[in-house]
């Protein structure tokens, strides 16, 4: 009910920061699909939820941020997972493979808290811990614009134009048996961030 709220509002608002989606194509249509995106703003899941309106969205959220009521309430609303950073969650791991398998999008954002919008920061495990074992294919997401919309320290958001790119997805899970070790969990995890700075290295070219 409260997904289905933003499907229906948010592309009525999103045209106000030029909003643009690249290479929505390449999410996969038939499986569950690990979404793994750069993070710099707390808006960032909305506008990753605008870019694909019409499917539901499951997002992985620190637990910390369960603790407030009222906004623990909305994200439970809106279908979040939450996970307690900085140990292993595996109630957090069993219902993210549980949505994979049932062919749902998983979104993630590797880097685990919000970064400068400059340099990419280091992944944790955890994303290459569901990629190895659900094998599903993770897809690269770039997103840009976002951290002008809603810096940090601010808590008005300015009109800005945002873009979302969507790369080509990564097969990393059930390759090798060492991949099921804390080494090849952050190998993984090391893999799809390249991914993430290959597309952004790509939107950030000389156009032709």
């Known amino acids: 009910m409260g997904y289905r709220f933003l499907?229906?509002?948010?592309?009525?608002?999103?045209?106000?920061?030029?909003?643009?989606?690249?290479?929505?194509?390449?999410?996969?249509?038939?499986?569950?699909?690990?979404?793994?995106?750069?993070?710099?703003?707390y808006v960032d899941p909305l506008f990753i939820g605008a870019a694909i309106v019409e499917r539901q969205l499951h997002f992985i959220a620190k637990a910390d941020l369960f603790r407030?009521?009222?906004?623990g309430a909305l994200l439970r609303w809106l279908h979040v997972v939450p996970v307690?950073?900085?140990?292993?969650?595996?109630?957090?791991?069993?219902?993210?493979?549980?949505?994979?398998?049932?062919?749902?999008?998983?979104?993630?954002?590797?880097?685990?808290?919000?970064?400068?919008?400059?340099?990419l920061q280091k992944a944790e495990e955890g994303i290459g811990l569901l990629a190895a074992r659900s094998g599903c294919p993770v897809v690269p997401v770039y997103v840009e614009g976002t951290g002008k919309v809603l810096p940090r320290g601010k808590r008005i958001p300015r009109v800005h134009p945002v873009t979302i790119y969507f790369g080509h997805p990564l097969r990393l899970g059930g390759e090798t048996p060492h991949r099921e070790t804390r080494r090849?969990?952050?190998?993984?995890?090391?893999?799809?961030?390249?991914?993430?700075?290959?597309?952004?290295?790509?939107?950030h070219s000389p156009r032709s």
Do not use: C, W
């Not at 229906?8 to 793994?36: D, H, K, N, Q, S």
């Not at 307690?84 to 880097?111: C, H, M, N, T, W």
């Not at 290959?198 to 939107?203: C, G, I, S, V």
């Open 84 to 119: 307690r950073k900085g140990q292993g969650d595996y109630a957090a791991i069993r219902q993210s493979l549980r949505l994979l398998k049932k062919g749902e999008i998983l979104v993630l954002f590797p880097e685990g808290t919000r970064g400068d919008g400059v340099t």
């Open 68 to 71: 407030f009521p009222l906004f």
């Open 184 to 203: 090849g969990y952050r190998r993984l995890s090391e893999e799809i961030m390249k991914g993430i700075a290959d597309l952004e290295a790509k939107t």
């Open 7 to 41: 499907q229906i509002v948010l592309p009525l608002i999103m045209p106000i920061f030029r909003f643009r989606v690249v290479g929505r194509e390449e999410i996969p249509t038939t499986e569950g699909v690990i979404l793994a995106a750069n993070h710099v703003s």
